[in-house]
Protein backbone atom coordinates (compact mmCIF):
# COMPACT_ATOMS: atom_id res chain seq x y z
CA UNK A 1 0.00 0.00 0.00
CA UNK A 2 1.58 3.20 -1.17
CA UNK A 3 1.49 6.27 1.52
CA UNK A 4 3.03 8.73 -0.16
CA UNK A 5 0.28 10.55 -1.17
CA UNK A 6 -1.74 10.76 1.87
CA UNK A 7 -1.19 14.10 3.24
CA UNK A 8 -3.70 13.22 6.29
CA UNK A 9 -2.04 9.73 7.01
CA UNK A 10 1.35 10.90 6.76
CA UNK A 11 0.29 13.66 9.32
CA UNK A 12 -0.77 11.18 11.30
CA UNK A 13 2.14 8.95 11.47
CA UNK A 14 4.36 12.02 12.35
CA UNK A 15 1.89 13.07 15.03
CA UNK A 16 2.23 9.12 16.25
CA UNK A 17 6.12 9.07 15.98
CA UNK A 18 6.29 12.22 18.31
CA UNK A 19 4.46 10.71 21.16
CA UNK A 20 6.07 7.18 20.57
CA UNK A 21 9.28 9.05 21.02
CA UNK A 22 8.90 10.73 23.74
CA UNK A 23 7.61 7.28 25.75
CA UNK A 24 10.52 5.88 25.17
CA UNK A 25 12.88 9.00 25.79
CA UNK A 26 11.00 11.59 28.53
CA UNK A 27 12.44 14.60 28.87
CA UNK A 28 12.97 14.65 25.09
CA UNK A 29 13.39 18.46 23.53
CA UNK A 30 11.99 19.65 20.14
CA UNK A 31 16.00 19.33 18.89
CA UNK A 32 15.66 16.24 19.88
CA UNK A 33 12.62 14.39 18.92
CA UNK A 34 13.71 15.97 15.61
CA UNK A 35 17.04 14.34 15.50
CA UNK A 36 15.28 10.97 16.94
CA UNK A 37 12.53 11.28 13.76
CA UNK A 38 14.07 12.77 10.84
CA UNK A 39 11.49 15.54 11.04
CA UNK A 40 12.24 18.91 10.26
CA UNK A 41 12.36 21.50 13.73
CA UNK A 42 9.53 23.55 12.12
CA UNK A 43 7.33 19.99 11.53
CA UNK A 44 8.33 18.90 15.54
CA UNK A 45 7.88 22.29 16.50
CA UNK A 46 3.70 22.26 15.23
CA UNK A 47 3.16 18.79 16.08
CA UNK A 48 4.41 19.42 19.83
CA UNK A 49 2.09 21.96 20.21
CA UNK A 50 -1.08 20.54 18.65
CA UNK A 51 -0.05 17.36 20.78
CA UNK A 52 0.40 20.02 23.60
CA UNK A 53 -3.12 21.44 23.29
CA UNK A 54 -4.91 17.70 22.77
CA UNK A 55 -3.53 16.37 26.09
CA UNK A 56 -1.04 14.08 24.92
CA UNK A 57 2.27 16.16 25.69
CA UNK A 58 3.12 18.50 28.63
CA UNK A 59 6.11 21.04 28.38
CA UNK A 60 8.16 20.59 32.02
CA UNK A 61 9.63 24.02 33.56
CA UNK A 62 13.00 24.53 33.31
CA UNK A 63 14.95 25.85 35.85
CA UNK A 64 17.25 29.36 35.34
CA UNK A 65 20.53 29.02 35.11
CA UNK A 66 21.99 25.76 33.09
CA UNK A 67 22.51 26.54 29.87
CA UNK A 68 21.78 30.11 29.71
CA UNK A 69 24.85 30.43 32.59
CA UNK A 70 26.69 28.38 30.10
CA UNK A 71 26.12 31.04 27.33
CA UNK A 72 24.31 28.71 25.12
CA UNK A 73 20.95 31.08 25.46
CA UNK A 74 17.65 29.84 26.11
CA UNK A 75 18.00 26.06 27.28
CA UNK A 76 15.70 23.40 25.72
CA UNK A 77 11.99 22.55 26.44
CA UNK A 78 11.63 19.15 28.07
CA UNK A 79 8.64 17.45 26.86
CA UNK A 80 7.16 14.44 28.86
CA UNK A 81 3.55 12.41 28.34
CA UNK A 82 0.44 14.64 30.01
CA UNK A 83 -0.69 12.12 32.95
CA UNK A 84 -3.49 14.39 33.63
CA UNK A 85 -5.60 15.00 30.62
CA UNK A 86 -6.64 11.85 28.92
CA UNK A 87 -8.17 9.23 29.64
CA UNK A 88 -8.09 5.24 28.46
CA UNK A 89 -10.91 2.87 29.36
CA UNK A 90 -10.16 -0.69 29.73
CA UNK A 91 -12.54 -3.77 30.20
CA UNK A 92 -12.13 -7.45 30.93
CA UNK A 93 -14.57 -9.78 29.86
CA UNK A 94 -14.56 -12.89 32.16
CA UNK A 95 -16.66 -16.22 32.51
CA UNK A 96 -18.86 -14.33 35.12
CA UNK A 97 -18.02 -10.98 35.78
CA UNK A 98 -16.30 -7.86 34.38
CA UNK A 99 -13.88 -5.41 35.55
CA UNK A 100 -13.63 -1.85 33.91
CA UNK A 101 -10.69 0.82 34.55
CA UNK A 102 -9.51 3.74 33.29
CA UNK A 103 -6.31 4.66 33.58
CA UNK A 104 -3.98 7.60 32.65
CA UNK A 105 -1.76 8.07 29.58
CA UNK A 106 1.40 6.33 31.99
CA UNK A 107 -0.40 3.47 33.13
CA UNK A 108 -2.02 5.00 36.85
CA UNK A 109 -5.58 3.47 37.55
CA UNK A 110 -7.82 6.37 38.02
CA UNK A 111 -11.09 4.46 38.55
CA UNK A 112 -12.28 0.80 38.27
CA UNK A 113 -15.23 -1.23 39.20
CA UNK A 114 -16.18 -4.95 39.18
CA UNK A 115 -19.86 -7.06 38.44
CA UNK A 116 -21.34 -10.21 37.98
CA UNK A 117 -22.59 -10.48 34.01
CA UNK A 118 -24.86 -12.96 32.54
CA UNK A 119 -22.70 -14.50 29.88
CA UNK A 120 -25.62 -17.16 28.76
CA UNK A 121 -26.25 -14.45 26.03
CA UNK A 122 -23.65 -11.60 24.58
CA UNK A 123 -26.25 -8.99 23.84
CA UNK A 124 -26.80 -9.36 27.93
CA UNK A 125 -23.14 -9.54 28.18
CA UNK A 126 -22.80 -6.14 26.26
CA UNK A 127 -25.50 -4.71 27.77
CA UNK A 128 -24.49 -4.95 31.38
CA UNK A 129 -20.96 -4.11 30.52
CA UNK A 130 -22.37 -0.71 28.41
CA UNK A 131 -23.64 0.03 31.51
CA UNK A 132 -20.60 -0.10 33.83
CA UNK A 133 -18.46 1.92 31.20
CA UNK A 134 -21.47 4.67 31.53
CA UNK A 135 -21.04 4.70 35.46
CA UNK A 136 -17.07 5.26 34.89
CA UNK A 137 -17.58 7.84 32.28
CA UNK A 138 -20.34 9.92 34.55
CA UNK A 139 -17.76 9.67 37.37
CA UNK A 140 -15.75 12.69 38.42
CA UNK A 141 -12.62 11.51 37.66
CA UNK A 142 -13.34 11.00 33.95
CA UNK A 143 -15.56 13.98 34.20
CA UNK A 144 -12.42 16.36 34.14
CA UNK A 145 -10.83 14.10 31.26
CA UNK A 146 -10.55 13.87 27.72
CA UNK A 147 -11.32 9.94 27.27
CA UNK A 148 -9.98 8.52 23.91
CA UNK A 149 -11.21 5.24 23.32
CA UNK A 150 -12.13 2.06 25.08
CA UNK A 151 -10.27 -1.02 25.08
CA UNK A 152 -12.18 -4.35 25.44
CA UNK A 153 -10.38 -8.12 26.86
CA UNK A 154 -12.34 -11.36 25.72
CA UNK A 155 -11.05 -14.88 26.61
CA UNK A 156 -10.68 -16.08 23.03
CA UNK A 157 -9.80 -15.28 19.35
CA UNK A 158 -10.56 -12.32 17.94
CA UNK A 159 -10.74 -10.66 14.04
CA UNK A 160 -9.17 -7.46 15.19
CA UNK A 161 -10.20 -5.93 11.99
CA UNK A 162 -13.95 -6.72 12.32
CA UNK A 163 -14.28 -6.56 15.82
CA UNK A 164 -15.73 -10.31 15.79
CA UNK A 165 -14.98 -12.58 18.55
CA UNK A 166 -14.57 -15.72 16.37
CA UNK A 167 -14.55 -18.65 19.33
CA UNK A 168 -14.14 -18.21 23.12
CA UNK A 169 -14.55 -21.66 24.45
CA UNK A 170 -15.29 -21.26 28.20
CA UNK A 171 -17.71 -18.63 27.17
CA UNK A 172 -19.16 -20.76 24.73
CA UNK A 173 -19.69 -18.04 21.93
CA UNK A 174 -18.94 -18.47 18.44
CA UNK A 175 -18.48 -15.45 15.66
CA UNK A 176 -20.25 -13.28 18.06
CA UNK A 177 -20.26 -9.63 15.95
CA UNK A 178 -19.19 -8.37 19.53
CA UNK A 179 -17.63 -4.81 19.18
CA UNK A 180 -21.05 -3.83 17.05
CA UNK A 181 -23.15 -4.82 20.30
CA UNK A 182 -20.88 -2.99 22.24
CA UNK A 183 -21.45 0.06 19.98
CA UNK A 184 -25.36 -0.15 20.21
CA UNK A 185 -25.38 -0.76 23.58
CA UNK A 186 -23.48 2.42 23.79
CA UNK A 187 -25.66 4.32 22.08
CA UNK A 188 -27.29 7.63 23.51
CA UNK A 189 -24.50 7.69 26.30
CA UNK A 190 -21.47 9.22 27.13
CA UNK A 191 -19.80 6.15 25.58
CA UNK A 192 -21.21 7.04 22.30
CA UNK A 193 -18.85 7.67 19.15
CA UNK A 194 -15.62 6.69 21.38
CA UNK A 195 -13.50 4.29 19.07
CA UNK A 196 -13.50 0.15 20.21
CA UNK A 197 -10.91 -1.56 20.20
CA UNK A 198 -11.79 -5.43 20.88
CA UNK A 199 -8.77 -7.94 21.21
CA UNK A 200 -7.63 -11.29 23.05
CA UNK A 201 -7.06 -10.71 27.04
CA UNK A 202 -3.78 -12.40 26.88
CA UNK A 203 -2.72 -10.01 24.15
CA UNK A 204 -4.44 -6.93 25.66
CA UNK A 205 -2.18 -7.94 28.76
CA UNK A 206 0.86 -8.17 27.30
CA UNK A 207 0.20 -4.45 25.89
CA UNK A 208 -0.40 -3.56 29.12
CA UNK A 209 3.57 -4.43 30.64
CA UNK A 210 4.72 -3.07 27.24
CA UNK A 211 3.10 0.28 26.78
CA UNK A 212 3.08 0.55 30.97
CA UNK A 213 6.27 -0.56 31.49
CA UNK A 214 9.29 1.40 32.75
CA UNK A 215 10.89 2.28 29.27
CA UNK A 216 13.22 0.69 27.31
CA UNK A 217 10.65 -2.65 27.69
CA UNK A 218 12.61 -5.64 26.62
CA UNK A 219 11.19 -7.31 23.63
CA UNK A 220 9.76 -10.03 22.47
CA UNK A 221 7.56 -9.92 25.46
CA UNK A 222 5.35 -12.86 26.37
CA UNK A 223 2.20 -12.56 28.41
CA UNK A 224 1.59 -16.00 29.85
CA UNK A 225 -2.08 -16.09 31.30
CA UNK A 226 -2.79 -18.44 33.79
CA UNK A 227 -6.63 -18.99 34.52
CA UNK A 228 -9.20 -21.13 33.79
CA UNK A 229 -7.93 -21.02 30.20
CA UNK A 230 -4.50 -20.61 29.33
CA UNK A 231 -2.71 -17.98 26.80
CA UNK A 232 -0.16 -16.18 25.83
CA UNK A 233 0.16 -12.15 24.30
CA UNK A 234 3.22 -11.83 22.32
CA UNK A 235 4.94 -8.23 21.51
CA UNK A 236 7.50 -8.40 19.20
CA UNK A 237 8.88 -5.47 17.04
CA UNK A 238 6.75 -2.64 18.69
CA UNK A 239 3.51 -4.66 17.57
CA UNK A 240 1.24 -7.10 18.75
CA UNK A 241 1.66 -11.04 17.29
CA UNK A 242 -1.98 -12.36 16.32
CA UNK A 243 -1.62 -14.68 13.83
CA UNK A 244 -3.51 -14.67 10.03
CA UNK A 245 -6.43 -15.66 11.79
CA UNK A 246 -6.49 -14.12 15.56
CA UNK A 247 -5.19 -17.69 17.07
CA UNK A 248 -1.97 -16.58 17.78
CA UNK A 249 -0.90 -16.98 21.50
CA UNK A 250 -3.84 -19.90 22.47
CA UNK A 251 -0.98 -21.82 23.92
CA UNK A 252 -3.10 -23.33 26.05
CA UNK A 253 -3.94 -25.79 23.51
CA UNK A 254 -0.55 -26.93 22.90
CA UNK A 255 -0.15 -30.88 23.59
CA UNK A 256 2.50 -31.00 26.53
CA UNK A 257 1.73 -34.68 26.75
CA UNK A 258 -0.21 -36.81 23.90
CA UNK A 259 -1.01 -39.82 26.82
CA UNK A 260 -2.19 -36.87 28.89
CA UNK A 261 -5.77 -36.30 29.98
CA UNK A 262 -8.65 -35.02 27.97
CA UNK A 263 -8.97 -30.89 27.85
CA UNK A 264 -12.03 -28.99 27.07
CA UNK A 265 -11.21 -29.06 23.64
CA UNK A 266 -11.23 -32.43 22.62
CA UNK A 267 -7.69 -33.03 22.84
CA UNK A 268 -5.63 -34.72 24.97
CA UNK A 269 -2.59 -33.39 26.73
CA UNK A 270 -3.14 -29.73 25.84
CA UNK A 271 -1.28 -27.35 28.32
CA UNK A 272 -4.78 -26.15 29.84
CA UNK A 273 -5.53 -29.87 30.85
CA UNK A 274 -2.36 -29.48 33.51
CA UNK A 275 -2.12 -26.24 34.44
CA UNK A 276 -5.95 -24.48 33.45
CA UNK A 277 -7.11 -23.69 36.92
CA UNK A 278 -9.64 -25.91 36.93
CA UNK A 279 -7.49 -28.75 36.45
CA UNK A 280 -5.34 -27.26 39.39
CA UNK A 281 -8.30 -27.11 41.34
CA UNK A 282 -8.95 -30.76 40.85
CA UNK A 283 -5.82 -31.96 41.93
CA UNK A 284 -5.18 -29.79 44.74
CA UNK A 285 -8.35 -31.21 46.23
CA UNK A 286 -7.16 -34.60 45.52
CA UNK A 287 -9.42 -35.77 42.97
CA UNK A 288 -12.41 -34.00 44.08
CA UNK A 289 -14.76 -32.37 41.77
CA UNK A 290 -13.83 -28.36 42.23
CA UNK A 291 -17.64 -26.11 41.83
CA UNK A 292 -18.90 -26.72 38.32
CA UNK A 293 -18.22 -23.34 37.88
CA UNK A 294 -15.40 -22.27 35.58
CA UNK A 295 -15.43 -18.51 37.10
CA UNK A 296 -11.79 -18.00 38.45
CA UNK A 297 -12.74 -16.42 41.18
CA UNK A 298 -15.41 -19.33 42.46
CA UNK A 299 -12.27 -22.19 41.73
CA UNK A 300 -9.95 -20.08 43.64
CA UNK A 301 -12.74 -19.93 46.95
CA UNK A 302 -12.78 -23.85 46.69
CA UNK A 303 -8.98 -24.05 47.67
CA UNK A 304 -8.10 -24.48 51.07
CA UNK A 305 -5.93 -21.97 52.35
CA UNK A 306 -2.60 -23.62 52.58
CA UNK A 307 -2.47 -23.81 48.84
CA UNK A 308 -1.77 -19.94 48.82
CA UNK A 309 0.67 -20.25 51.42
CA UNK A 310 4.44 -22.06 50.21
CA UNK A 311 5.44 -23.05 53.67
CA UNK A 312 1.89 -24.52 54.78
CA UNK A 313 1.86 -26.04 51.34
CA UNK A 314 5.30 -27.65 52.17
CA UNK A 315 4.26 -29.02 55.06
CA UNK A 316 0.68 -30.48 53.31
CA UNK A 317 2.36 -33.21 51.09
CA UNK A 318 -1.31 -33.55 48.50
CA UNK A 319 -0.94 -30.04 48.06
CA UNK A 320 2.56 -29.93 47.58
CA UNK A 321 2.55 -32.48 45.06
CA UNK A 322 -0.47 -31.32 42.90
CA UNK A 323 0.89 -27.82 42.51
CA UNK A 324 4.41 -28.95 42.36
CA UNK A 325 3.11 -31.22 39.41
CA UNK A 326 1.61 -27.85 37.81
CA UNK A 327 4.41 -25.71 38.38
CA UNK A 328 6.42 -28.17 36.27
CA UNK A 329 4.13 -27.58 33.34
CA UNK A 330 4.05 -24.35 33.07
CA UNK A 331 7.94 -24.24 33.45
CA UNK A 332 7.85 -26.83 30.31
CA UNK A 333 5.24 -24.62 28.56
CA UNK A 334 7.73 -21.25 29.62
CA UNK A 335 10.68 -23.45 27.76
CA UNK A 336 8.35 -23.96 24.42
CA UNK A 337 7.50 -20.15 24.77
CA UNK A 338 11.29 -19.66 24.73
CA UNK A 339 12.31 -22.16 22.36
CA UNK A 340 9.28 -20.72 19.66
CA UNK A 341 9.70 -16.79 19.90
CA UNK A 342 13.32 -15.84 21.95
CA UNK A 343 11.48 -13.67 24.80
CA UNK A 344 13.66 -11.32 26.52
CA UNK A 345 11.05 -11.45 29.18
CA UNK A 346 8.31 -13.68 30.02
CA UNK A 347 5.18 -12.25 32.14
CA UNK A 348 3.12 -14.44 34.13
CA UNK A 349 -0.41 -13.58 35.14
CA UNK A 350 -4.21 -14.40 35.45
CA UNK A 351 -5.57 -15.83 38.55
CA UNK A 352 -3.96 -18.73 38.77
CA UNK A 353 -0.46 -16.82 39.54
CA UNK A 354 -2.70 -16.30 43.31
CA UNK A 355 -1.27 -19.17 44.39
CA UNK A 356 2.25 -18.31 44.54
CA UNK A 357 5.87 -19.56 44.79
CA UNK A 358 4.29 -22.64 45.81
CA UNK A 359 2.87 -23.14 41.92
CA UNK A 360 5.57 -20.72 40.31
CA UNK A 361 8.66 -21.33 41.93
CA UNK A 362 8.69 -24.93 40.41
CA UNK A 363 7.94 -23.30 36.96
CA UNK A 364 10.75 -21.15 37.11
CA UNK A 365 13.01 -23.91 38.54
CA UNK A 366 12.27 -26.48 35.67
CA UNK A 367 12.80 -23.20 33.35
CA UNK A 368 16.46 -22.76 34.77
CA UNK A 369 16.59 -26.23 34.69
CA UNK A 370 15.92 -26.78 30.38
CA UNK A 371 18.48 -23.33 30.03
CA UNK A 372 21.23 -24.94 32.40
CA UNK A 373 21.31 -28.67 30.12
CA UNK A 374 20.92 -26.49 26.41
CA UNK A 375 23.91 -24.22 28.29
CA UNK A 376 21.94 -21.05 27.65
CA UNK A 377 20.36 -17.79 29.49
CA UNK A 378 16.80 -18.35 30.22
CA UNK A 379 14.62 -15.13 29.94
CA UNK A 380 13.74 -13.09 32.68
CA UNK A 381 10.50 -13.84 34.39
CA UNK A 382 8.50 -11.63 36.97
CA UNK A 383 5.02 -11.37 37.63
CA UNK A 384 2.38 -9.22 35.98
CA UNK A 385 2.78 -5.77 37.54
CA UNK A 386 -0.94 -5.07 37.46
CA UNK A 387 -2.01 -8.23 39.25
CA UNK A 388 -5.72 -8.74 39.11
CA UNK A 389 -6.56 -5.99 36.57
CA UNK A 390 -3.91 -7.46 34.02
CA UNK A 391 -6.54 -7.93 31.74
CA UNK A 392 -8.70 -5.00 32.01
CA UNK A 393 -5.26 -2.53 31.83
CA UNK A 394 -3.77 -3.83 29.45
CA UNK A 395 -7.38 -3.30 27.08
CA UNK A 396 -6.83 0.37 28.20
CA UNK A 397 -3.08 0.25 27.20
CA UNK A 398 -4.68 -1.17 23.55
CA UNK A 399 -6.48 1.95 23.10
CA UNK A 400 -2.53 3.72 23.30
CA UNK A 401 -1.36 1.16 21.15
CA UNK A 402 -3.35 1.02 18.74
CA UNK A 403 -3.72 4.77 18.45
CA UNK A 404 -0.36 6.02 17.92
CA UNK A 405 0.49 3.04 15.63
CA UNK A 406 -1.91 3.78 13.21
CA UNK A 407 -1.12 0.92 10.51
CA UNK A 408 -0.85 -1.81 12.94
CA UNK A 409 -4.39 -3.80 12.85
CA UNK A 410 -7.29 -3.48 15.14
CA UNK A 411 -8.85 -0.74 13.64
CA UNK A 412 -11.33 1.40 15.85
CA UNK A 413 -14.88 0.83 15.24
CA UNK A 414 -15.59 4.63 15.25
CA UNK A 415 -12.65 7.42 15.73
CA UNK A 416 -8.95 7.79 15.17
CA UNK A 417 -6.31 9.98 16.56
CA UNK A 418 -7.21 13.44 16.02
CA UNK A 419 -6.07 15.88 12.53
CA UNK A 420 -5.60 19.45 13.85
CA UNK A 421 -6.36 21.97 11.37
Excluded at 93 to 101: H, I, K, Q
Excluded at 162 to 190: E, Q
Excluded at 279 to 294: F, K, M, N
Aim: aromatic share 4%; hydrophobic share 45%; proline share 6%.
Amino acid sequence: MSITGDHRLLKRLNRTAVVRQVRQAPGSSRADLANATGLTKSTISLLSQELIDEGWLVELEVEAGGSQARGTGRPPTPLVLDEHRLAFVGVDLGLASATVVATNLVGKILTESSAAIDTTSPARASAQVARMIEALLQGAELRRRTTVGIGIGVPGAVDDRTGVLRFAPNLGWKDVPLRDLLSDALAGGLGAGLPLYLQNDADVAALGEFEFGEPPVSEPLVFLGLGTGVGAGIVVNDRLLTGAGGFAGEVGHTVLDVAGPRCSCGRLGCAEAFVGLAAVTHAVLGGTEPPASRDPATLLQSLPAAAFDAGRAARDSQIRAALERAGQYIGLLMQNLWAAFDPALIVLGGPTCELGDALLGPARERLAEYAQAAGLQPPAVRQARFGRLAHAVGAAAAVIHYQVRPLSGAPALVGVLPDAA
